[in-house]
């Protein structure tokens, strides 16, 4: 499926008409621990924007969605001689607390915060993140890094938190923390250097999603 997008995004001069051609949704109403935020079908999940405890849509894994991207974009991968594997995708609120609270006592709570989301707000929870590693695990500094950055986004994934936009985000840079956006959303992010939360204003700005 991968293709079929490139080449509409290959054809066209000015990116946002893919988005205008293919996108019509609404941003759904937001209300914290009840109602998780919508725009433009993707769920919102950031410092600002949460989920209600029980929020288990995925049945506690990741989404098919996701493992059949993923899947083919290991393939792809692997032909290029680069090994990457999931080595974190579901997680409940419960395990996400135990993590963030491990940390606090750890570190404190103000730089926990800097790279643990807090219960509630870990886009684990929503089954369309992986944390992406190798076969010697960690990711940083590796020609997997290199790849990834590169042709992730021709599968629908994004690389969530990078190190220019960490005032934007809020979260220090992770090289292995992906989210699954899908075609095209994640090729215009790529082309515009945008990350989730810019790309939700850009959407607005272009005026591609008619607000409620």
């Known amino acids: 499926h991968a ?37 433009d079908g993707m769920i919102v999940v950031n410092k600002q924007y949460g989920l209600p405890k029980d929020f288990n849509p995925s049945g506690g894994k990741i989404e098919n969605e996701v493992i059949e991207a993923f899947e083919e974009m290991k ?15 579901y997680r409940s609120y419960n395990t996400q607390k135990q993590l963030y609270n491990a940390f606090v006592r750890r570190d404190g709570e103000e730089e926990a915060n800097r790279y643990s989301a807090k219960p509630g707000y870990s886009e684990h929870q929503t089954g369309l993140a992986v944390d992406i590693g190798t076969t010697t695990g960690k990711i940083e500094g590796t020609v997997a890094e290199r790849w990834l950055a590169k042709n992730a986004a ?17 979260i220090e840079f992770e090289p292995w923390h992906f989210r699954y956006v899908g075609l095209p959303h994640s090729l215009i992010m790529q082309e515009h250097d945008l990350v989730f939360e810019e790309y939700i204003e850009f959407l607005k700005d272009n005026e591609v999603i008619k607000y409620e």
């Open 3 to 39: 293709d079929e997008y490139i080449s509409v995004y290959e054809e066209i001069e000015n990116i946002e008409e893919v988005v205008v051609n293919k996108f019509e949704d609404k941003k759904s109403e937001y209300i914290e621990g009840e109602k998780p935020l919508y725009v």
């Open 75 to 89: 393939e792809a991968a692997k032909k290029d001689g680069i090994t990457i594997n999931i080595r974190s995708g």
């Open 154 to 170: 021709s599968y629908g994934f994004i690389l969530r938190y990078p190190s220019h936009k960490v005032n934007v985000t809020k």
